[in-house]
T-cell receptor
Framework: SQTIHQWPATLVQPVGSPLSLECTVE??????LYWYRQAAGRGLQLLFY??????ISSEVPQNLSASRPQDRQFILSSKKLLLSDSGFYLC????????????FGPGTRLTVL | QKEVEQDPGPLSVPEGAIVSLNCTYS??????FMWYRQYSRKGPELLMY????GNKEDGRFTAQVDKSSKYISLFIRDSQPSDSATYLC????????????FGKGTKLSVIP
């Protein structure tokens, strides 16, 4: 069966510090991978989408970037965090052709102070 | 008008009640409809995945889609305290479309 891992589970960082969140998927090959942010009262916002190694699509302009160094690894980064980057970050996967059937990881709660 | 509207609740019901959760939408291109359950401080879990109009049943859960009214529902029969969570609806235009449009979620509490 497929499993998705995210770490860390929680993170408190000062404004201006760098960020690296990691997501890995087990039990499937060639998944499509997603980074979402869930902010209080604002719903789920798609940040990045990847169909393969090194292939990243950015959905919204922001202070964040994503990379996919391996087939089942997806990383979310920032060089300098802003207060507005606080939120609950979720990684998700899907497998073609059913791209809209997405499965989420446990999430990372980020607080920027 | 927002693309997907979902009453945020909170909705509080006694154990054993039938729960009805709803979303309305404005985009007639939506063909696929999903319901996710999200426990506090956890990631969303896909509960139901449906295509077009009609009903789909899975255990105590029934998803209903009325495309003519642009209205979808999730019914929970014999609700349990373990059903206490936030329920998110989501929808997309095609199976190959990775862009999901989510509701903001309805918070449900089932009281023992």
């Amino acid at each position: 069966s497929q499993t998705i891992h995210q770490w860390p589970a929680t993170l408190v960082q000062p404004v201006g510090s760098p960020l690296s969140l990691e997501c890995t998927v087990e039990g499937t090959s060639n998944p499509n991978l997603y980074w979402y942010r869930q902010a209080a009262g604002r719903g789920l916002q798609l940040l990045f989408y990847s169909v393969g190694i090194g292939q990243i699509s950015s959905e919204v302009p922001q202070n964040l970037s994503a990379s996919r160094p391996q087939d089942r690894q997806f990383i979310l980064s920032s060089k300098k965090l802003l207060l507005s980057d606080s939120g609950f970050y979720l990684c998700a996967w899907s497998v073609l052709p059913i791209d809209n059937e997405q499965f989420f990881g446990p999430g990372t709660r980020l607080t920027v102070l | 008008q927002k693309e997907v509207e979902q009453d945020p609740g909170p909705l509080s019901v006694p154990e054993g009640a039938i729960v009805s959760l709803n979303c309305t939408y404005s985009n007639s291109a939506f063909q696929y409809f999903m319901w996710y359950r999200q426990y506090s401080r956890k990631g969303p879990e896909l509960l139901m995945y449906t295509y077009s109009s009609g009903n789909k049943e899975d255990g105590r859960f029934t998803a209903q889609v009325d495309k003519s009214s642009k209205y979808i529902s999730l019914f929970i029969r014999d609700s349990q305290p373990s059903d206490s969570a936030t329920y998110l609806c989501a929808m997309s235009a095609g199976a190959g479309s990775y862009q999901l449009t989510f509701g903001k979620g309805t918070k449900l509490s089932v009281i023992p």
